[in-house]
C-alpha cells in the first residue's frame, strides 16, 4: 500500500511540473495584459471621468460610461486572444 501512495505523489509532483511550464508560458502575456489594464485606467481616470456630469437622456447613461465599454471589450478580446494563443502555441 504504501508503494501505491508514494507513486501517486510521484505522478502528481510530474503533473505539477507540467503545469509550471504552462504557467511560464502564459507570464509576459499576462504582464502585458497588467500593463494595458493599468494604462487604460489611468487613461480613463484622467481623460474621460470629466464626462460624468454629462448624461444622455435616452439611455439614462452618463457619457463616460457609453466611452469606456467599447474599450473594455477591446482590452477583453484582447486578452482571449493572448491567452488563446499562447495555449495554442506548440512547444519548440
Do not use: N, Q
Not at 22 to 51: D, N, Q, S
Amino acid at each position: 500500500m504504501a508503494t501505491r501512495r508514494k507513486r501517486v505523489r510521484t505522478l502528481s509532483m510530474v503533473l505539477d511540473s507540467e503545469r509550471h511550464r504552462e504557467l511560464e508560458r502564459l507570464k509576459p502575456g499576462i504582464l502585458l495584459l497588467l500593463g494595458a489594464w493599468v494604462a487604460y485606467f489611468f487613461v480613463v481616470h484622467v481623460l474621460i471621468k470629466p464626462f460624468d456630469r454629462i448624461v444622455l437622456p435616452e439611455l439614462d447613461l452618463p457619457l463616460s460610461t457609453i466611452l469606456v465599454a467599447p474599450g473594455l471589450v477591446v482590452l477583453f478580446a484582447g486578452a482571449l486572444y493572448l491567452a488563446a494563443r499562447t495555449i495554442c502555441k506548440p512547444d519548440r
